[in-house]
């Protein structure tokens, strides 16, 4: 048992609620800030436990982001959530938040190529066998693409990489008025213990 509360609270320390940002077309001077909600289903494995389902997390957070050329973005998005769970007794509790600093360039009007700095932090603990905590940076790459699918939506998909995980997201961006944007997706976040999975929502304000 005790091993088990061990490997939980240090695939907890090691994990974080990560995602990427929506993909939004900007122009040239134009800026988004957005609320982003997921609800992912974390399943945690190592070859000392195997396959553990932790069961749901409500993650929340926010993003901005501005077009500082015509072919040039940058933004940041932060993400936080919790998860307390028992096992076999023992409370097993984690505070998890990421940071985004990213670069997008343009390659066209479809594709981009994205670059950055991801902040992982985690906070875990367990009743009776202490805590932990761990906070890291790492550099992240990917690309995303976009396509026109109707007269106000517009599909996109995008993927991240860096030395703890991979983070894929599909999704859609609907426009509601002029200036405002509803987000719907679906990301797959995969590190080497811990696999997030879910449906996501967000509101964008375009200014």
């Known amino acids: 048992m005790k091993k088990l509360i061990v490997t ?3 695939c907890f320390a090691v994990s974080s609620i990560a995602m990427a940002a929506p993909m939004t077309d900007l122009q040239k001077g134009e800026s988004a800030a957005g609320y982003l909600y997921w609800n992912p289903k974390i ?3 190592s070859y000392d436990i195997g396959s553990y389902d932790i069961g749901s997390s409500n993650a929340n957070g926010f993003y901005t982001e501005t077009a500082l050329t015509d072919k040039v973005i940058v933004g940041i998005e932060t993400m936080k ?3 307390t769970i028992n096992v076999l007794g023992t409370k097993v509790s984690a505070d998890t938040r990421f940071t985004d600093f990213t ?3 343009k390659v066209d009007n479809n594709v981009r190529i994205i670059a950055g700095n991801r902040n992982y932090d985690t906070n875990a603990s367990a009743t009776g066998y202490g805590s932990i905590s761990a906070s890291t940076n790492k550099f992240i790459y990917g690309i995303g693409a976009s396509t026109p699918i109707g007269d106000k939506t517009t599909g996109y998909v995008t993927y991240l990489h860096d030395s703890y995980a991979d983070d894929w997201q599909i999704g859609a961006n609907q426009t509601l008025s002029k200036n405002v944007l509803l ?5 797959y976040h995969d590190e080497d213990y ?3 999975k879910g449906v996501g929502a967000g509101i964008i304000y375009k200014f």
Request: glycine share 10%; proline share 0%; charged share 20%.
């Open 103 to 105: 670069v997008q360039y």
């Open 183 to 187: 987000n719907v997706n679906y990301r």
């Open 43 to 45: 399943e945690i494995g």
């Open 81 to 83: 959530g919790d998860r």
């Open 194 to 196: 811990v696999t997030l």
């Open 8 to 10: 939980l609270v240090m």
